[in-house]
């Protein structure tokens, strides 16, 4: 997802979550090695420890010394996402784990989650060890994939669907559409999110727009279905956006760059996006079917977990561990919420229930945190 305005509800709920979810909370320690690329952000600075540094594992031991919170990237050319953590609150640190290849890249370090960032340039050199290699890893990359591609394909279909019921005007069967069209994108949203400009187009929220840019994509139509309760030709036409960009990011999904610890680091994402959106509320604040993408979310998770589990249950056993129970423990919850082939109005679930899953999440969130690391080296 593009950077996103924090509302006030969202910033409790960062409150409430940053012990585990977006890592904000970790103010004495960063869980980084004593080699890793030091990333201190500020409301007006970047600054970045090493600029070159060799091909391989990496690690960005991130400390926000800013007033607001941020989110740190590392961008190839053309802005293509190798890697990224959002939400990291003032005062705090995180750490990413990440695999990068030798080339030129750019770190971007984003006060306020807005606009391109104060960016470093980096040069990652290829004078790092070969890597060793674990056909066990390069299979889960292979089988992952083919999922992203598989969810892509399915997707297709289901947005245009969704799309002809809009310029059909039958507002209710568009209403029934709308969450089924984003199960696919929702499970492997942080490969589409690479790419860097599909996201926005598709899935970005009012509060999330930047200065000059056209609202589009699924949020704009879910306005338009539940709160103005009116289909007009603008609507009509936006849905035929709306699939053209998803075919789009269906072509591309093959082309993504991923990687073991790129896949990890998606999960996290993953735990993220249900943090700061889904059990805030705001993400389908028109709709209500924020447990449509809640669910999703996990599914996607889940998925890059198991295929990384061989290698992350034998480095670290303790770990493959506490991530079984606790996805079971989060699917279960999520399980009681189910109501037909989807899930209970988002509006009807109360803040003591909220607060569970929240607790559910962080629960998951904070072992899911330590994945990329276990599986890297």
Not at 297 to 307: P, R, T
Not at 313 to 340: H, I
């Amino acid at each position: 997802m593009p950077a996103r305005r924090l509302t006030a509800a969202s910033v409790l709920s960062l409150a409430v979550l940053c012990t585990a979810v977006t890592g904000c909370a970790e103010k004495s320690a960063s869980g980084s090695s004593d080699d890793a690329i030091k990333v201190e952000a500020s409301d007006s600075a970047c600054e970045v420890s090493k600029t070159e540094f060799p091909a391989g594992p990496v690690d960005l031991a991130i400390h926000n010394k800013g007033s607001r919170v941020t989110e740190v990237y590392v961008y190839a050319p053309g802005d293509r996402i190798v890697t990224e953590r959002e939400n990291i609150g003032p005062g705090t640190k995180a750490t990413i784990t990440a695999q990068i290849k030798a080339g030129s890249y750019e770190i971007a370090c984003k006060p306020g989650m807005k606009g391109d960032g104060i960016r470093q340039k980096i040069t990652v050199t290829g004078k790092g060890a070969p890597a060793k290699g674990d056909p066990r890893l390069d299979a889960a990359v292979a089988a992952y994939r083919t999922y992203a591609q598989e969810q892509a394909d399915l997707t297709i279909p289901v947005v245009q669907k969704f799309a002809d019921a809009i310029k059909a005007g039958n507002l209710e069967q568009a209403k029934a559409l709308f969450a089924p069209s984003r199960v696919g994108w929702e499970r492997t949203e942080p490969v589409a999110e690479s790419f860097g400009d599909i996201d926005p187009k598709t899935d970005t929220r009012a509060d999330g727009l930047e200065d000059g840019q056209k609202w589009t994509g699924w949020h704009r139509l879910e306005k338009a279905l539940w709160e103005d309760k009116k289909i007009g030709a603008e609507e009509k036409t936006l849905a035929d956006e709306l699939v053209t960009d998803l075919k789009d990011w269906q072509q591309r999904v093959g082309k993504a760059e991923i990687s073991a610890t790129s896949m990890a680091n998606g999960a996290k994402e993953l735990l993220d996006e249900v943090a700061t959106g889904k059990v805030t509320g705001e993400e389908d604040r028109y709709s209500h079917t924020d447990l449509w993408d809640f669910n999703a979310n996990v599914e996607g998770a889940k998925k890059a977990y198991e295929l990384l589990k061989p290698v992350a249950s034998e480095k670290d056993p303790a770990l493959a561990a506490t991530l079984d129970r606790e996805f079971a423990s989060l699917e279960t919850l999520l399980a009681t919420y189910r109501k037909g082939d989807g899930y209970v109005a988002y509006d009807k679930v109360t803040p003591a229930e909220r607060k569970t899953f929240s607790n559910a999440v962080n629960a998951l969130a904070e072992p899911l945190s330590k994945l990329a690391a276990a599986v890297a080296r």
